[in-house]
């Protein structure tokens, strides 16, 4: 009896073995399945995140090292060229730098270059065109040092001597007659890079006036600020006026004045003044 029990015994003990093993056989082949189902599963799929510095780094790498220099200096390379002097006026200016135009009036003897100074304007009272001490104290013709004429004032003043000889501005006096000015309504102006011509608007008698004196000034006008300034000057100048000329000047006109000794009185001049042609479109 004791036999037959232990045999059954054993006979139970192996079948709870075989039970384990194979559970663990299961379980083992199980967890290989399970693994080869993770592994071979497709990942889902996670769209790309941009990160904002990305295209500021691209931005970066992509525009040139110095783009304001490059933007600043376009337009100097498409700035139009200097203009050419007028050939005439550039052999003068080689002799002397100086000179600013040339005034001419047909019929008279006023054919001269003009001379500018503006760091002492009185230069050429008694100098000549090669800077020269003159003996005869004519000098030359020369623009007020309060003008400009890069870029232009509104106003070109413009003085010379009334000599004796004819010379210089001499001429100027015989626009005191209506007649004369009919036959010398035109002043022709060179600069150092146009011709232009400038037609008489007024002519006139003033003087030089105390500082102190409250009256129309014609030698402090050279800029206007304003169209009320400029309407000012000319109504001044219409208001002495020696005879009507017909011919005005409106704002924005480019004005030339003429102005030289005239002895009816201490300190006297006449005035010639002059607007330049408008052309005609």
Partial sequence: MEVKERKKGRRRAGKRSRRIWTAVFVFAVLA???AAVLLLRPKPYAP???RETEPEKVETLSVPTEPETMTQTEPETEAKPEPEMIPSMKELYDKNS????????????IDYPVMY???????????????????????????????????????????????????????????????????????QYTTLYEEEIYEIIAVFRSE???????????????????????????????????????ITAEYGDELLTLSTCDYYTENGRLVVVARKQKILE
């Fill in 98 to 109: 100086d000179i600013a135009g040339w005034i001419k009036i047909e019929g008279t003897a």
């Fill in 32 to 34: 290989v399945i399970l």
């Fill in 117 to 187: 100074t503006p760091q002492d304007g009185e230069y050429y009272l008694f100098r000549t065109f090669e800077k020269e001490e003159d003996p005869a104290k004519q000098g030359c013709l020369f623009i007020d040092e309060h003008c400009q004429i890069a870029p232009r004032s509104t106003n070109l003043l413009v003085h010379g001597h009334n000599m004796k000889n004819g010379s210089m501005f001499r001429a100027l006096l015989g626009y005191k007659d209506e007649d004369f000015y009919k036959k010398h309504p035109l002043i």
């Fill in 208 to 246: 030089i006036f105390r500082q102190d004196e409250d009256v129309f000034k014609y030698y402090h006008f050279f800029n206007a600020q304003t169209k009320e300034e400029f309407d000012e000057y000319v109504e001044n100048c219409k208001a002495l006026e020696r005879y009507p000329t017909g």
């Fill in 48 to 50: 790309k995140v941009e």
